[in-house]
């Protein structure tokens, strides 16, 4: 879950021969219909702009666990010195009532150094998102990593060598990736979109078909139905998102038990919600620098400028679209049976 987050890419290696049988096809794929499944978060003629696989879990359950962590720690250490500084005004033991809190100051010091190394340095006060931009006009992909010069990796699409990658970790989990190469050494890594495990492998398939399509045939092609022109992900850090986005990752199943099983559901979604949304508040948005966006302008009357959501899934509800939904993936799911 936490390959090229927590995890990095390994890089300055040899191209391994699974990663060259998983390389992504750059002509049609019969039977995949194109979709993001909820990377996308700009279109238009000129770019597509998607979020990387790190997108996911940003303030979820780890994060959360470590936050309930330190808050313990630090309301447990408060009262332990408390406690120990009445003690101390009482001239009860006094070398022990100043040896004491020390000791417990210094050990929730290395735990707070322990957890932003492990964990809050990748989360806490960073980006909202990390996007990737796909430019078909000038034939390019900008990765942002970071604002300021150097902050932004840069590469043509055509030296790009895409395939469907796997977890270091957990090698069920695919996204698409992409390698920068030195003939036939990895100099660099990065994923695109959200990440699936193996049983859903279409879905990256569809993913990688919906950007091959774009940068290879143009944007009146990704969407087979007028209906499919559409943005799910909104990457705004609001409160209604994260819960949005909390419920939908916590599985159909858990959530069709959620009136059963309100007791734990409620604290749980609630939980997550807020460690997501205290995670992305202390971020800040990403920002392409002045080059990029001056290769990425968009003529102000473009036809094929989608509209953006102001919160997740905001389309759904509109006249057609979740039947066309439940359509596109019956159609892929009898497509990949053939």
């Keep these: 879950m936490h390959t ?89 033991n006094i070398l022990a009532n100043i040896v004491f809190p020390l000791v417990v100051v210094l050990m929730v010091c290395g735990f707070l150094w322990f957890t932003w190394r492990r964990q809050f340095n990748k989360e806490l006060f960073t980006y909202t998102h990390y996007p990737i931009r796909f430019n078909r006009k000038t034939r390019k992909v900008y990765v942002f990593r970071r604002n300021g010069p150097g902050g932004v990796l840069v590469v043509p699409w055509d030296e790009v060598f895409w395939h469907i990658g796997r977890g270091l970790q957990q090698n069920f989990l695919c996204d698409v990736r992409g390698h920068v190469m ?11 979109g959200q990440y699936f495990d193996d049983s859903r492998i279409d879905r990256i398939q569809a993913t990688w078909e919906f950007i091959r399509r774009y940068m290879e045939e143009g944007p009146e092609t990704v969407a087979e139905h007028p209906l499919d022109r559409l943005i799910d992900k909104s990457v705004t850090p609001s409160w209604k998102n994260c819960y949005l986005w909390v419920g939908a990752s916590m599985g159909p199943g858990f959530v069709a038990l959620r009136y059963v099983l309100f007791p734990l559901f409620y604290p749980i979604v609630g939980l997550l919600t807020l460690g997501r949304w205290l995670t992305l508040n202390s971020c800040k948005d990403p920002v392409w620098p002045p080059e990029v966006e001056a290769e990425c302008q968009v003529e102000p009357n473009d036809p094929n400028r989608w509209e953006e959501p102001s919160y997740l899934w905001e389309f759904a509800n509109r006249p057609g679209v979740a039947e066309r939904n439940e359509e596109r993936m019956r159609q892929q799911s009898e497509n990949l049976e053939r």
């Design 4 to 92: 090229g987050w927590t995890t990095p890419f390994k890089l300055n290696r040899l191209l391994g021969r699974e990663e060259h049988h998983a390389a992504l096809p750059h002509h049609r794929q019969p039977g995949i219909i194109p979709d993001t499944y909820g990377s996308l978060i700009h279109f238009n003629s000129t770019y597509a702009d998607f979020i990387d696989r790190r997108d996911r879990l940003r303030g979820m359950a780890e994060t959360t666990v470590w936050f309930i962590g330190v808050v313990v720690c630090v309301v447990m250490v408060g009262g332990a010195v408390g406690y120990s500084m009445i003690d101390l005004f009482q001239g009860d």
């Design 182 to 192: 030195d003939g036939m050494r990895v100099k660099d890594t990065f994923a695109v």
